[in-house]
């Protein structure tokens, strides 16, 4: 829009950067040891680099900002090099490329190397993290909650992200975001917690005997029916019948 | 805004409509993933695990839709600053609802041609009920009257799963429920207190200085307060002549006739009367700019035309305005107060077709590089007559003692041309310039050099002309050449 005629409108940073400390703090939660762990602390610091190099960038220092940039993709790559030479089964391997590939993608969509790109990688990096989560759930040795706080860590990671993106194209990089992107970062934090609570407490009381067929037809049905409502959901009373 | 009951009950905002953003289906997707491996891999903690996506996708239905009761004022540091001067913006959005509207992402409606130089009018909040939120900057000015937009407003609900767009202008607000009477009480009475109190405004008037104008050739045979050169009655004196029968006896110059014994009369000069058509060229040739920020001429020529109009009434004139573009308007001369707000607003009007300036980013380069008038008129001598045809109707439907005085960046033969065809029909004439041309490359300097050359030509017709350039008091030089004004 105008105004500053043309602010940047790349994704806001407040958001973006819980958005990648959300993603590595699932991706701590799937490390299986303390070699694994430092892999994506690796990872950690160089999409923190990326990010700090697109925030140089937008003020303006654009070769500290350069330097940090190429550093910082650097390190990821490293990282996941790492990953790929991780001294373990290769399954334990994908998921743990998947797990530093995942972070700097989206540190990568975050910068953003290209604007009309940012959407677009955010899912990308998305998938790679829920992958990640996938593939470490397939694998014996990971603690239940873990893997669900993991994923609610990838949600929070995609949500933010996402929001971030909207937030720079709807007002722009310069624009004071942090307020709004806390309020919503407490709403889907708060959400995922009761997804947990619900989650083990389920686990806990429900019937261990069921067969699996059943279940799995519950749980189609249930995300049939949460899609439908999603989507034709109709904002309800209070904003549809005042008019006067 | 006035009234004291209330400032929600102007309906002119456009409604709000809530609409859905779908962004959790993203959930859904995650939930079959997960849940898909776990059960085709018997893994029971994966399908758990879907859990997670089925509570993100359930979460959007039981966040409550944001109800955007908000209300806007605008306030500026100085409502009528001089070109080039900074002006600090400041527009305040409250939350006059009973909800915490947990994201609002305000845009003020900065006025299209002015540019933001600090700060920015763009903020995202979260707004508790009562609470507000500001944004400030600060824009630079240029000649015109420039108009503030609506605010545009984008509420979304906590989850970002339903959208809310409106519309908010100054010192209205976007309540689409009984929300804000909700509040009710001293609360309520208060908050429309303060806001009836807040200075709103909705336009920045850049104004041009005026030093004098261009001195008459003929007036209307009316009393009015410019004197003139021809004998008559007055108060200062003009001449003495011979006595004619019938001139009145107190105007015979009796100490004359009681030294000489002739018989002469005094001629004083009479205050009369001036009519002056004031034609703007808004042609879509020339909606021009010397570079980026920088006022078109017909933005600037229509402010400094304005002011002229202002000036010429304030002296007693009679003022009509002429608008020579793709959509021709004529006030015929008049004055009083009305009136004189009939012609700002015509005057100042943004200019109809301003894609040709806005549709590249170098359109003012292109502006100033095009080869004036040659390929200009080649491409568009349809509407080059029509222009012609409008000057005329001009001179036809005004009185023949109205002088024209004639606004025209003379970017190309046009202006010249409309002032030739008003001096050929004996109407008094004077020629206003706004300078958009720049000397940033050869064909911008050729451009200023033909347009010196106009100049030149009106004045040595002896036509009064204003080389006038945004951000300078406009002057008149004398119509036999005189002082250039910047010695260029």
């Known amino acids: 829009m105008d105004g500053d005629r043309s602010p940047d409108t790349g ?21 299986t040891d303390p070699l694994g762990f430092a892999v994506v602390a690796v990872d950690g610091a160089g999409a923190g680099t990326l990010l700090l190099g697109g925030y140089l960038r937008f003020r303006g220092r654009r070769l500290v900002g350069l330097l940090a940039l190429t550093t910082g993709l650097a390190t990821v790559l490293v990282a996941v090099g790492l990953a790929t030479v991780y001294p373990a089964g290769w399954v334990t391997r994908v998921s743990l490329v998947l797990g530093t590939a995942g972070p700097g993608v989206l ?22 993290l829920v992958g990640a ?18 994923l609610v860590g990838v949600v929070v ?31 889907s934090l708060s959400a995922g917690v009761v997804a947990v609570v619900a989650a083990v407490g389920l686990y806990a009381i429900g019937p261990s ?7 799995v037809a519950l749980f189609a049905a249930v995300v049939a029916l949460l899609a439908a409502l999603a989507v034709d959901h109709v904002p309800a009373g209070d904003s549809v019948d005042l008019e006067p | 805004m006035t009234d004291g009951d209330g400032v929600c009950e102007d309906p002119g905002d456009t409604p709000p409509n809530p609409e859905r953003t779908g962004r959790w289906l993203t959930a859904v997707a995650i939930a079959l993933a997960v849940g898909s491996v776990g059960v085709y891999f018997g893994r029971p903690s994966l399908l758990l695990a879907a859990v997670v996506g089925l509570a993100y996708t359930a979460y959007p239905l039981v966040t409550t839709d944001p109800v955007p009761t908000l209300t806007l004022t605008r306030g500026v540091d100085d409502a009528s600053p001089a070109h080039g001067e900074t002006v600090t913006v400041t527009a305040t959005v409250t939350n006059t609802g009973s909800q915490t509207v947990p994201d609002v992402r305000i845009v003020d409606g900065v006025p299209p041609k002015l540019a933001v130089t600090e700060g920015t009018p763009r903020r995202a909040v979260a707004l508790p009920p009562g609470e507000s939120a500001t944004v400030s900057y600060t824009v630079e000015a240029s000649p015109g009257t420039h108009r503030f937009g609506p605010a545009t407003v984008t509420c979304y609900d906590r989850s970002g799963a339903v959208r809310v767009e409106t519309e908010l202008r100054a010192g209205t607000c976007s309540d689409r429920s009984d929300g804000a009477s909700e509040t ?23 104004s041009v200085p005026v030093e004098g104008v261009p001195s008459p050739r003929e007036t209307l045979r009316a009393t009015g307060r410019t004197p003139v050169d021809t004998g008559g009655s007055g108060v200062a004196f003009h001449r003495t002549r011979e006595y004619r029968p019938g001139d009145p006896a107190d105007r015979i110059d009796w100490r004359r006739y009681a030294r000489t014994g002739a018989l002469t009369t005094v001629e004083f000069r009479p205050d009369r009367r001036r009519s002056v058509v004031v034609c703007l060229d808004a042609r879509p040739q020339s909606v021009r700019r010397a570079g980026d920020g920088e006022a078109d001429a017909v933005t600037a020529g229509g402010a400094a035309a304005a002011a002229l109009a202002t000036t010429f009434l304030d002296r007693g004139a009679r003022v009509g305005v002429a608008r020579l573009g793709p959509r021709f308007e004529l006030v015929a001369p008049g004055d009083g107060r ?18 040709v300036a806005f549709d590249g980013e170098n359109a003012g380069t292109r502006a100033t590089t095009a080869t004036g008038g040659v390929s200009g008129s080649a491409a568009s001598s349809g509407s080059a007559n029509e222009f012609a045809a ?11 003692a109205a002088e024209v005085v004639t606004v025209t960046p003379l970017l190309d033969e046009f202006g010249v041309d409309a002032v030739r065809r008003a001096a050929e029909r004996g109407r008094g004439v004077a020629a206003l310039s706004p300078d958009v041309t720049s000397d940033g490359s050869l064909g911008a300097e050729l451009t200023g050099v033909e347009r010196r050359n106009r100049i030149e030509a009106l004045r040595s017709m002896g036509v009064p002309v204003g080389d006038w350039r945004p951000g300078d008091p406009v002057r008149w030089s004398r119509a036999n050449g005189g002082a250039r004004r910047d010695g260029r």
């Open chain 1, 157 to 187: 990671a995609w949500d933010a992200a996402d929001h971030a993106v909207g937030l720079g194209a709807d007002v722009g990089r310069s624009a004071v975001t942090v307020g709004v992107s806390a309020t919503h970062l407490a709403g």
């Open chain 2, 338 to 355: 009305h009136h004189r707000e009939r012609v700002t607003a015509l005057l100042t009007a943004p200019p109809e077709d301003s894609t």
């Open chain 1, 107 to 128: 540190a990568v969509a975050l910068v953003p190397v290209r604007r009309s790109w940012a959407g677009r990688l955010v899912g990308l990096a998305t998938a790679l």
């Open chain 2, 390 to 400: 409008q000057v005329d109707e001009v001179l036809e439907r005004t009185s023949g």
């Open chain 1, 209 to 215: 005997s069921v067969p699996l067929v059943s279940v």
């Open chain 2, 184 to 206: 009710g009480g001293t609360d309520g009475a208060d908050r429309t207190d303060k806001l009836a109190d807040a200075p709103t405004v909705s336009t920045l008037e850049c």
């Open chain 1, 11 to 31: 994704p806001a940073f407040p958001g973006s950067a819980v958005a990648v400390v959300a993603a590595l703090g699932a991706m701590v939660l799937l490390a």
């Open chain 1, 133 to 150: 989560v996938a593939v470490r759930g397939y694998l014996p040795g990971i603690d239940r909650v873990s893997l669900l706080v993991a």
